[in-house]
């Protein structure tokens, strides 16, 4: 499809919590750096007038901090608000009446999935898909066969062109950092491979609990809310190869052939937890089987990987809230001076969450006479994680501008999905672990060799050893 601005935003469930929480803060951003000054129609099941709608998306504002005036003022002008059901046919007319003459709508679906088909056929019987383009929230399914049939319904309606699939997380000041870490840095290319690198852990830690979202959690579990699509994405910038081009076919088609090498989970190297005091939780079934943790080791059958390890951990109620990425690389071959452990000889750590760091650890001698070393970090960069553009402003604005480099293609989500899969199917039950601990003890049998896993660490606190 030919590139165009869109000249309309139109974001259904724009009275739910996603709306109040994300979209509006990033429309009022994108409003006032100029880059949104197209009509900006709320759509909801919720009867309300313009006063009240403006004043919901005035506390959403609110909640976050002081309002910029400028900004909010700038949103103001543009919105509007109607109130219908999704199944009524004068719902979508009453849309197609208030956004004119717009012929490039961007459709924002911040809706369950369950009602897309609903409002697509609504839409497109009002003539409102012709040259429009669609964003869609995560999951994209529940399973490979679901990512099926919701790719099907999209492509009803909408060329994959025209689809924006969006994961914040792929609009994250640090997971970008990532990308261009690998690929801006000449010196990093010659160890990024299996000669040099040992394993890759990535950890996602979370010190809370499921914060009354009980209901919905028990529904998903953390393979299907982070694994799947947010720690997969990560592992896809970590290793694929560098992109012939940066255009976004050209990135989306290098992570694609990446996720293709990807070998199927094996159950046997997948440890499932569930936090002691989970079952209490308001809307969680007595006999969850649901997990609040994983551990697991991952497979890339390509020249660059294979037969190195990827361990992915996550989940609820651990130490310390940290997203981490540690690339462990092999020790020298031989100790021409003191003993070097195993465990932190050389690495990169990137942790994500709750700063922005890029470190390379070392070994450096210690000062005296004798050649005995210690080790040392050096940090390459640091930043607060919150830096910057918000990841749904910079997602809006991206497919306000029609670029999907950080959106996922459909292929890339059944082929993720079809990594997974084996894991879901798992009957086994979960084990146990206590809030405050890293998970079932199982989960250190994950890790080969007995290496341990490599805890997130604040930066002004030493690793440990």
């Known amino acids: 499809m030919p590139s165009f601005r869109a000249d309309a935003f139109v974001f259904f469930g724009a009275t739910g919590d996603l709306a109040r929480g994300k979209i509006f803060p990033a429309l009022a951003a994108l409003a006032h750096s ?9 759509v909801a099941r919720s009867p309300m007038s313009i006063d009240e709608f403006r004043s919901r998306a005035r506390s959403s504002l609110e909640a976050k901090g002081p309002v910029d005036e400028n900004a909010w003022q700038a949103l103001c002008r543009q919105l509007r608000y109607i109130d219908g059901d999704y199944r009524d046919p004068n719902t979508f007319a009453k849309l197609r009446k208030e956004i004119g003459d717009a012929s490039h709508p961007l459709h924002y679906l911040a809706i369950p999935p369950s009602m897309f088909e609903t409002v697509l056929e609504g839409l497109a019987k009002a003539g409102g898909t012709d040259g429009a383009r669609v964003i869609v929230e995560k999951p994209f399914g529940r399973d490979l066969e679901s990512a099926r049939e919701l790719n099907r319904t999209l492509h009803a309606h909408f060329p994959e062109s025209s689809v924006f699939r969006i994961d914040h997380y792929l609009g994250k000041e640090a997971v970008q950092n990532l990308l261009y870490f690998r690929f801006a840095n000449s010196f990093v290319e010659p160890l990024w491979n ?11 830690a979370e010190a809370f609990g499921v914060r009354g979202r009980g209901a919905f959690y028990d529904g998903v579990g953390t393979i ?7 720690l997969l994405q990560v592992v896809s910038l970590l290793a694929m190869d560098a992109p012939i081009g940066s255009d976004a076919e050209s990135m989306r088609s290098e992570k694609l052939r990446l996720f293709r090498a990807m070998r199927p989970l094996d ?6 937890g569930q936090f002691r005091g989970y079952r209490d939780e308001p809307g969680v079934a007595a006999d ?18 294979a037969g190195v390890p990827f361990y992915i ?11 981490e990425v540690f690339v462990d690389l092999k020790t020298p071959p031989m100790s021409v001076f003191d003993p070097v452990s195993k465990a932190r000889s050389n690495y990169f750590r990137f942790q994500l969450s709750p700063e922005v760091i890029v470190s390379i650890g070392a070994r450096a001698k210690k ?10 970090e050096l940090v ?7 830096g910057g553009r918000s990841a749904y402003e910079r997602l809006i604005g991206d497919a306000l501008r029609g670029d999907s480099s950080l959106f996922t293609r459909d292929d890339t989500v059944e082929a993720a999905w079809r990594v997974v899969d084996p894991a879901l199917r798992d009957d086994r039950p979960v084990l146990p672990y206590d809030p405050g601990s890293w998970g079932p003890a199982a989960a250190a049998k994950v890790v080969a060799d007995g290496e341990p896993w490599h805890d997130p660490y604040p930066r002004e606190q030493p690793a440990s050893k």
């Open 367 to 376: 000062p005296g006479e004798g050649m005995l070393g210690e080790d040392v």
């Open 194 to 204: 299996r000669t040099h690198i040992d394993s890759v852990q990535i950890t996602m």
């Open 267 to 272: 159950p046997a190297q997948v440890v499932r």
């Open 224 to 230: 299907r809310d982070v694994v799947q699509n947010h």
């Open 288 to 305: 969850s089987k649901v997990e609040t943790f994983v551990a697991l080791r991952l497979q890339i059958d390509t020249w660059r990987w």
């Open 380 to 386: 390459a960069t640091c930043c607060p994680e919150n």
């Open 313 to 323: 951990r996550a989940g609820k109620c651990l130490p310390v809230t940290a997203t």
């Open 34 to 42: 100029g880059q949104l000054d197209v009509p900006i129609v709320g």
